[in-house]
């Protein structure tokens, strides 16, 4: 099956620094979503990519959907320490019953330390 | 707009009772809602998709007779865990597409805290 190879797992850095993760499927994904999950919650939409090339961000976010449209990254600059949580890339194939279906990356543990 | 609810937040069994999630679409109507199951530290896996008004569609390895789905209207899916056991204790969060009518992704619900004693 479809598998999306997510790295680094974990990251630590200091406040205001720069950090890029990112996402490589062996196949072809259509969209391309990035969510962050706090502790006990569930994950919440940060960036969704629908065009291959596509460059989206979203206020200190910044998110590439890849020509290949097997790969996307995320990079969040200025890190705060309210970045701290669990970041998953997540594919979707779409159309017909497809749409909402996703495969998630293992995620990238990310601390941020004041 | 866009709000999935999940209940319970958390809940505590008994080895060999059933529990029951429920998943609810707010403000929107959810043709399909998707069930995942995550082990701490971990991602989130697939269990099943839920369409309304016909059978689930478990991923390969989900018990379905242990994890019962019900999808009986637009706006509520439901899983029920049966005889759980200590093993089945887990994170379970839920989903909810409108479908191609959105050119946009699914909706998670704030997950179910899941512990068998």
């Known amino acids: 099956g479809q598998q999306l190879n997510q790295s680094p797992q974990s990251m630590f850095i200091q406040e205001g620094e720069d950090v890029s993760m990112n996402c490589t499927s062996s196949?072809?994904?259509?969209?391309w979503l990035w969510y962050k999950q706090d502790p006990g919650e569930g994950p919440v939409l940060l960036i969704a990519?629908?065009?291959?090339?596509e460059l989206t961000s979203n206020g200190r976010l910044t998110a590439q959907f890849g020509i290949t449209r097997k790969d996307s990254f995320l990079n969040i600059s200025a890190s705060i320490p309210s970045d701290v949580g669990i970041y998953f890339c997540?594919?979707?194939?779409?159309?017909?019953?497809?749409?909402?279906?996703?495969?998630f990356g293992q995620g990238t543990i990310l601390t941020v330390h004041p | 707009g866009a709000v999935v609810s999940q209940h319970p937040s958390w809940v505590i069994c008994k080895s060999g009772t059933s529990v029951k999630i429920e998943c609810r679409s707010l403000?929107?109507?959810?043709?399909?809602m998707f069930w995942y199951r995550q082990f701490p530290k971990q991602s989130l896996m697939l269990m099943a998709t839920?369409?309304?008004?016909?059978?689930?569609?478990?991923e390969q390895g989900v018990e379905k007779d242990k994890f019962l789905i019900n999808h009986a209207s637009l706006t509520l899916s439901t899983l029920t865990v049966t005889s759980a056991h200590p093993e089945d204790s887990s994170f379970y969060i839920c989903?909810?597409?409108?479908?191609?009518?959105?050119?946009?992704?699914?909706?998670f619900g704030q997950g179910t805290r899941l512990t068998v004693v």
């Open positions: 989903s909810a597409s409108p479908g191609a009518i959105m050119n946009t992704e699914a909706f």
């Open positions: 196949s072809i994904f259509n969209t």
């Open positions: 990519l629908y065009k291959a090339g």
């Open positions: 997540a594919g979707q194939l779409g159309g017909g019953t497809s749409y909402g279906k996703l495969t």
């Open positions: 403000d929107f109507q959810a043709t399909t």
């Open positions: 839920s369409n309304e008004g016909s059978k689930a569609t478990y």
